[in-house]
Structures are given as structure tokens and as C-alpha cells.
């Protein structure tokens, strides 16, 4: 089993996108338990795509259908990173599937591992000035996913951050919660990037809203130019049709 095979199975369960990061790289990293990458070399890293009609109606708040979509989505991922697990656990390695949004300290605001220094660590993204993960094509419109494996695939490597002096994403959060402060690899903290607090306040704020339950905004993935549709793309489903009635 090499990495590419991996991918290809991870991609054929419906991982839009799919990367391998050198455990190496995420040494020290805040895990719950603290031993949790103890015995593991690799995550493969899995994101899915979100769906630009239910991203784009968003204005200052989360929507009905997004907290559908956030919910579906999750279990999406948690699915193909269970079929991705039996996968390689079927070749001979082991593996440990980590669900896709389980929280396990809500005093702190902590899971397993962070999805994200995984991701940036497997390439999928860089780190944006909203914390979240920025991939090319998808931007931040990703969810993600992550599967501990002590596999010796073949890694990934980070990629440079794209965000230059874009503020979009601080100019549109609700409660300014985004300081437009630029890294160049990742956050030493969350509150380097942004003013936690008032995030934290407005995520709880919305999950008391009409058919809103989960801590959710989008906001700020909403707001970011990477990954929106490009016309380029939605020119080609335009060509008129040569249809003589
Ligand atoms: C708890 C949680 C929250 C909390 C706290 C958020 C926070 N900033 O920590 C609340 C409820 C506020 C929240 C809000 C949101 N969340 Co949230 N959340 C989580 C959850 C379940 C755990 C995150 C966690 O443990 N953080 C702990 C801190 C300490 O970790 P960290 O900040 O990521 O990084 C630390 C280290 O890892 C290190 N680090 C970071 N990167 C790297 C890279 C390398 C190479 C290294 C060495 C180290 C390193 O530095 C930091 C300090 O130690 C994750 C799922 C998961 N398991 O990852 C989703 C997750 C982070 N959330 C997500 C999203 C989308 C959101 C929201 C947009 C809400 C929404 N869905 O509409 C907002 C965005 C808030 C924001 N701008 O950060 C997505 C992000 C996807 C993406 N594209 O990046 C995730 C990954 C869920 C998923 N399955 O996709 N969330």
C-alpha cells in the first residue's frame, strides 16, 4: 500500500481533497489524550467541499440549511474516514479515525487533535487570518477530517501561505473578532489571530437562533475570495446551446 493508493480510495469515498502529513511535523502539538499520537507516523488528512448555494446566503449569520449542511457534512467525513481506516487496518497497519467535530473540553474549547495543524501539515491548505484552513481550489469552504495511521506512506509538505494583505475576512466578521495579523506558517495561538472571545460569544449567540443548534457563523469563510466560483468556470455551463425548435 503506497500513498497514492490511499488517496485514490480516500477520494473515491468522497474526499474532495486528500493529503498525508509526517507526524514529524506536528511534534508537541496539544492533544487530548496527551500520549494520543504515541505508536503513529502519518494522518492522512480529508476535507470535503461545501456547497457554494448554501455558503453564498449567508449574510451575518448561519442559515437554516447551513446547519443542515454543517451536520450531513460531518457525518460525511466521519464516514469516509472510517472507510479509509478499514482500508489501510485491512493492509496490515493501524489506524485511529477522529470524528470530524467532537468536542471534548467545552471549558477550553478543545478535541482530539486540531483538524487543521493536520491539514496544514498534510498540504491541503495554509493557515488564514481567520485561523481556518485555506485550500487553492476550495478556500476555506473545506470541512475536515483526520486518520492516525502508523503507515510509513509517503508525506506531504506545507504550503506557503496566499493570503498577503487580504483583510476580507476581518472586515465582514460581525463582532471584528478577526485581527488581520499574517503568519507565515501557523498561529503559535488562536488568540494571535483573532479575539477569541468575541468569536466564542457570537458562535454561542447563534446557536440559540431559530433552527440553529450547533455553535456555528461562516462568516468568514463566506467572505474569503479563495474558493469562490470563479466565472471562468461558470462561463462554461453558459455556452448556449445550439437548439433549433
Ligand atoms: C472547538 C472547535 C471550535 C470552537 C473553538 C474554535 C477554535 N478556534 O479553536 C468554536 C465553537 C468557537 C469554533 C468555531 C468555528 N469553527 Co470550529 N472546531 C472546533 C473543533 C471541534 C476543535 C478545535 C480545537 O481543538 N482547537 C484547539 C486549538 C488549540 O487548536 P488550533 O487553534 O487549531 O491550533 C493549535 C495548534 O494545533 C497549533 N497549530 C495550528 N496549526 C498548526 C500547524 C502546524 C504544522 C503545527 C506544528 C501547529 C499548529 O497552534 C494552535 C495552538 O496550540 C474543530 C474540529 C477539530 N477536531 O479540529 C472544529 C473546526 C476547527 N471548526 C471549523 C469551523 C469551520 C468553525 C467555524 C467557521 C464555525 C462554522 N462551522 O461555521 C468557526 C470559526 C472560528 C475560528 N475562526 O476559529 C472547522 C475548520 C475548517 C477549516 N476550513 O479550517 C473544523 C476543523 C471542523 C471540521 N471538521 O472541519 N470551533
Not at 145 to 163: E, F, G, S, V, Y
Amino acid at each position: 500500500m503506497n500513498s497514492y493508493q490511499v488517496k485514490d480510495f480516500a477520494r473515491q469515498c468522497g474526499a474532495d481533497l486528500v493529503g498525508i502529513a509526517d507526524l514529524a511535523l506536528l511534534d508537541g502539538i496539544q492533544t487530548e489524550p496527551v500520549d494520543l499520537l504515541k505508536g503513529y507516523r502519518r494522518a492522512v488528512s480529508i476535507g470535503v467541499r461545501l456547497a457554494d448555494g448554501v455558503l453564498d446566503a449567508i449574510e451575518d449569520r448561519p442559515t437554516p440549511i447551513y446547519q443542515q449542511h454543517y451536520l450531513k457534512t460531518n457525518l460525511l467525513l466521519d464516514d469516509i474516514a472510517l472507510r479509509v481506516s478499514q482500508y489501510i487496518q485491512a493492509r496490515g497497519s493501524k489506524t485511529l479515525p477522529i470524528p470530524a467535530s467532537q468536542l471534548l473540553d467545552k471549558e477550553n474549547w478543545t478535541s482530539y487533535i486540531s483538524h487543521k495543524a493536520v491539514a496544514i501539515a498534510a498540504g491541503l491548505g495554509w493557515q488564514g487570518k481567520s485561523l481556518l484552513v485555506i485550500s487553492q481550489d476550495f478556500g476555506p469552504r473545506i470541512r475536515l477530517a483526520t486518520i492516525l495511521t502508523d503507515a510509513a506512506i509517503k508525506p506531504d509538505h506545507p504550503q506557503k501561505n496566499r493570503c498577503g494583505r487580504c483583510s476580507l475576512c476581518s472586515d465582514a466578521c460581525p463582532v471584528g473578532a478577526i485581527k488581520n495579523v499574517n503568519t507565515s506558517s501557523h498561529y503559535s495561538s488562536r488568540d494571535e489571530a483573532i479575539h477569541f472571545d468575541r468569536c466564542l460569544a457570537r458562535v454561542l449567540e447563534n446557536s440559540s437562533r431559530p433552527f440553529i443548534e450547533s455553535p456555528i457563523c461562516g462568516v468568514c469563510i463566506r467572505a474569503c475570495p479563495w474558493g469562490k466560483t470563479r466565472k471562468r468556470k461558470v462561463k462554461e455551463f453558459e455556452q448556449p446551446l445550439n437548439f433549433r425548435s
